[in-house]
């Protein structure tokens, strides 16, 4: 299965764009970045806490790819690009290091995973059944960082599991058994919540 | 095929991942099997629902207008610079390799302990760039010679067997 955004067999291929830019046309980057964008930006606004961060990540995504484009010969474009935002969004978390688990419930309050920073505050981020949505992308967002990663990589950025298990340096039956593990986690929930969003 | 396989191939044939036969198989045990019927149909159901909830949008208008700038300054430097091609960069970091030797024999060939820590540095530099690049342009063969550079250039040092070690986790990191 193709990933959502990669080239149509009409669309000018990756390679062709990256030709073309390397030979002096800004524009056939421009055609690059807004075809990852939906699933670029998408994996990278669920794995963030905030709209700012996902602008900030995902503009820095393509300035590291911009420098780096001389020596890039990969053929997965899309792997590549998931790849820096990866890294920089683990750089991130480690620079931030978390005072309290989202697991933690503060005394005579609820638990911080349904108090993370509103995704939806921006209207320009789409979030359908928004307060349903935010308790789905809270749930996400509190499951176990690598869990949470293919869950998105495979959702949201609709790329094979044998590719997430190359970006996450892990077999392919451990990539799928995360997947199983976030999947049991959100079932429940997906389902109890997509009824409701149905009903209302 | 059996009910515990189920959910896994469920998963790889949402993704397009099974084979034609593997799906074959799944697709009959499911028609024979309520439980694992109902956990596809389950499985299924939740990835959809989680595609229409979950936050999606796009970057905004400032970060296309610093994208647009940096690739019209970018653009067509690969005309010119193609200092990363496989050939040329071996070339350069055994040019490199060249340097730190040659930091380490200078003063009437002995080395100092100021020549050897200097030199260290630059391998180390080294190292850490030829792991980035291997990664990008899977230059793995190249790294193989520049490894054996370094190594030539430490056991000329007289390193001990666990700086050698060192070496290994380095560039194995």
Same mark, same amino acid.
């Given at each position: 299965m193709m990933a959502a955004g990669r080239e149509t067999s009409m669309d000018p291929t990756d390679r062709d764009l990256l030709a073309r830019y390397r030979g002096g046309e800004a524009d056939a980057l421009e055609v690059l970045v807004v075809r990852?964008?939906? @699933?670029l930006f998408g994996f990278i606004l669920n794995m963030t806490e905030g709209r700012d961060d996902a602008d900030d990540i995902f503009q820095e995504v393509w300035l590291r790819a911009i420098r780096k484009l001389d020596g890039y010969q990969h053929k997965n474009l899309s792997g590549w690009l998931v790849r820096?935002?990866?890294?920089?969004?683990?750089?991130?978390?480690?620079?931030?290091?978390?005072?309290?688990?989202?697991?933690?419930?503060?005394?005579?309050?609820?638990?911080?995973?349904?108090?993370?920073?509103?995704? @939806?505050?921006?209207?320009?981020?789409?979030?359908?059944?928004?307060?349903?949505?935010?308790?789905?992308?809270?749930?996400v967002a509190a499951l176990p960082e690598?869990?949470?990663?293919?869950?998105?990589?495979?959702?949201?950025?609709?790329?094979?599991?044998?590719?997430?298990?190359?970006?996450?340096?892990?077999?392919?039956? @451990?990539?799928?058994?995360?997947?199983?593990?976030?999947?049991?986690?959100?079932?429940?929930?997906?389902?109890?919540?997509?009824?409701?969003?149905?009903?209302? | 095929?059996?009910?515990?396989?189920?959910?896994?191939?469920?998963?790889?044939?949402?993704?397009?991942?099974?084979?034609?036969?593997?799906?074959?198989?799944?697709? /009959?045990? &499911? /028609?024979?099997? /309520?439980r694992c019927a109902g956990l596809r149909a389950e499985t299924?159901?939740?990835?959809?629902?989680?595609?229409? &909830?979950?936050?999606?949008?796009?970057?905004?208008?400032? &970060?296309?207008?610093t994208l647009r700038a940096a690739a019209?300054?970018?653009?067509?430097?690969?005309?010119?610079?193609r200092f990363r091609q496989p050939v040329v960069q071996v070339l350069a970091y055994a040019a490199c390799v060249a &340097? /730190?030797?040659?930091?380490?024999?200078?003063?009437?060939?002995q080395a100092s302990p100021d020549h050897v820590q200097e030199a260290r540095a630059i391998l180390v530099s080294i190292s850490a760039d030829v792991y980035d690049s291997r990664e990008e342009a899977g230059a793995a063969g190249e790294t193989d010679e520049l490894r054996a550079l370094a190594r030539e250039l430490l056991i000329m040092e007289g390193m001990a067997a666990d700086e050698e070690s060192g070496l290994d986790l380095l560039w194995d990191a």
């Open positions: 990852y964008r939906p @699933t820096i935002a990866r890294n920089i969004i683990i750089d991130r978390a480690r620079r931030k290091k978390p005072v309290l688990s989202l697991d933690v419930e503060p005394e005579g309050g609820r638990p911080l995973v349904e108090s993370i920073p509103g995704k @939806t505050a921006d209207p320009s981020v789409r979030l359908d059944g928004s307060a349903l949505g935010l308790r789905i992308s809270g749930a690598e869990q949470r990663e293919v869950f998105l990589l495979r959702v949201k950025a609709d790329f094979p599991f044998k590719e997430i298990a190359r970006i996450q340096g892990v077999s392919i039956n @451990t990539a799928l058994a995360r997947m199983q593990y976030a999947l049991s986690k959100l079932r429940p929930l997906l389902a109890g919540e997509y009824a409701e969003l149905k009903d209302a | 095929m059996n009910c515990k396989m189920t959910d896994r191939w469920t998963l790889l044939s949402e993704s397009g991942e099974l084979s034609a036969r593997e799906q074959q198989l799944l697709d /009959a045990h &499911v /028609a024979g099997c /309520a299924l159901g939740a990835l959809d629902r989680a595609r229409e &909830v979950l936050p999606s949008g796009e970057p905004g208008e400032r &970060v296309m207008d019209e300054e970018g653009a067509g430097r690969g005309r010119t610079l &340097v /730190a030797l040659g930091i380490w024999f200078r003063a009437n060939g």
